[in-house]
C-alpha cells in the first residue's frame, strides 16, 4: 500500500465508477485516482475531461489512465465493471454475465501485487462481493461491498420525511440482500433514542405501521423506479461508495451497511455475504454488529441467505 498518498483504482468507468470519481474528485478522497477499463480510450478520456476540472475544484488529485500494474500500491481497488440492469431485470438475472467479467479482473489484480482493500459495487453486489472473495483468496476483512449502504440512506431519507426529523437522527438499517428480498428490521430502528414502535404507541392518529410498510416498500422498488424513469441508477451509488472509500482511507471506525462475510452470526450462519452494520476501518470491515432480530425478522434473514446461497451454488467458479 502507499506510504502517506491515499491511491484508489477504478474498474470500470461506466457511470456507476464515473460517479463515483467525480464524487471522489469533488470531495479530494485521495491523493491519486487510476481509472481502468476494457475500453482503454474510454479511460483515457474519462480521465482527461476530470483532469480539465481541476482547476474548479480543491482537489490536487493526480487522475491517469492506467493497467492493472497500477494495482501493486493502491489502498482500494474500486470494482464497479459489469453489464448493465435492464428494465425489468432482477439484479440476480445480472449473475451469470458478470461472473465471467470478475473471472478476468480480480486475478488481475492480485497478480500485481495489490495488498489492500476490495470495494465492490457491480450487481447483484453480494453475490459478487464473495466471487472476488473467492477469486483473490484475501482475508474476508479485505473485500467488502456496497451492500445495502444507499438502500439504508434512503430509508432514511423517507423515514426523516414522514417523521419531520433530520434523517441523521433517525437510526435504521435496511439489512440481507441488495435487492428483492431485503428489509428493515424495524425492531431496531430509533428515532434519536427513542424506539420507532414506540413512537407509533404514542402517536396513533398521526403515525402507523402501514405507513412505514409503504416507505420500506418504496426503499425496495427504488432502483427499478429510477431505471424505468431514467435507464439506470448511478448518482447515489458513486457517493455511497466515496463514504465507504472515506471511512477505509480516514480509518473511521465508522457503521455502514456493507455486505459483508457471515461467520456463524443470526443462528450459525457463514459464508455468504450479506448488506450489515459492520465497523469499517483502514482494514476494512472491522467487525459485523449481529443484531438482535425478532423470529419474523430472522425468518426474512433467513430467506435473503437462501436466496443468495442457491445463485452462487449455481455457479462453477474457476
Not at 424506539?195 to 418504496?218: A, F, G, H, R, W
Request: hydrophobic share 40%; charged share 25%.
Amino acid at each position: 500500500m502507499a506510504e502517506n498518498k491515499k491511491k484508489i483504482v477504478l474498474i470500470g468507468t461506466g457511470m456507476v465508477g464515473m460517479s463515483f470519481a467525480y464524487a471522489a474528485l469533488n470531495q479530494s478522497l485521495c491523493d491519486e485516482l487510476v481509472l481502468i477499463d476494457l475500453n482503454e480510450q474510454r479511460a483515457h478520456g474519462e480521465a482527461m475531461d476530470l483532469n480539465h476540472g481541476l482547476a474548479f475544484s480543491n482537489s490536487s488529485m493526480k487522475i491517469s489512465c492506467g493497467t492493472y500494474q497500477d494495482c501493486g500500491d493502491a489502498d482500494i481497488v474500486v470494482i464497479c465493471a459489469g453489464v448493465n440492469q435492464k428494465p425489468g431485470e432482477s439484479r440476480l438475472e445480472l449473475l451469470q454475465r458478470n461472473e465471467k467479467v470478475f473471472a478476468s479482473i480480480v486475478p488481475n489484480v492480485v497478480q500485481n501485487g495489490f495488498d489492500g482493500i476490495f470495494l465492490v459495487a457491480t450487481n447483484p453486489v453480494d453475490i459478487m462481493t464473495r466471487i472476488t472473495y473467492e477469486l483473490s483468496g484475501f482475508n474476508a476483512n479485505k473485500v467488502i461491498g456496497t451492500g445495502t449502504t444507499l438502500d439504508t440512506a434512503r430509508l432514511r431519507y423517507l423515514l426523516g420525511e414522514y417523521f419531520e426529523v433530520n434523517p441523521r437522527n433517525i437510526h435504521a438499517y435496511v439489512i440481507g440482500e441488495h435487492g428483492d428480498s431485503e428489509f428493515v428490521p424495524w425492531s431496531q430502528v430509533l428515532l434519536a433514542v427513542k424506539p420507532i414502535k414506540d413512537v407509533l404507541k404514542d402517536n396513533p392518529q398521526t403515525y402507523c405501521m402501514e405507513e412505514l410498510d409503504k416507505i420500506s416498500c418504496e426503499v425496495r422498488n427504488a432502483a427499478q423506479e429510477i431505471i424505468a424513469a431514467k435507464g439506470a441508477t448511478y448518482y447515489g451509488i458513486g457517493m455511497a461508495i466515496v463514504r465507504i472509500a472515506r471511512a477505509i482511507l480516514s480509518d473511521e471506525d465508522t457503521v455502514l451497511t456493507v455486505s459483508t462475510r457471515l461467520r456463524g452470526e443470526y443462528s450459525g450462519k457463514k459464508d455468504v455475504f450479506i448488506g450489515n452494520p459492520a465497523i469499517i476501518n483502514a482494514g476494512g470491515a472491522k467487525r459485523l454488529l449481529e443484531l438482535k432480530l425478532t423470529d419474523e425478522e430472522l425468518e426474512k434473514l433467513d430467506n435473503c441467505c437462501n436466496i443468495l446461497n442457491e445463485n452462487f451454488n449455481s455457479l462453477s467458479l474457476e
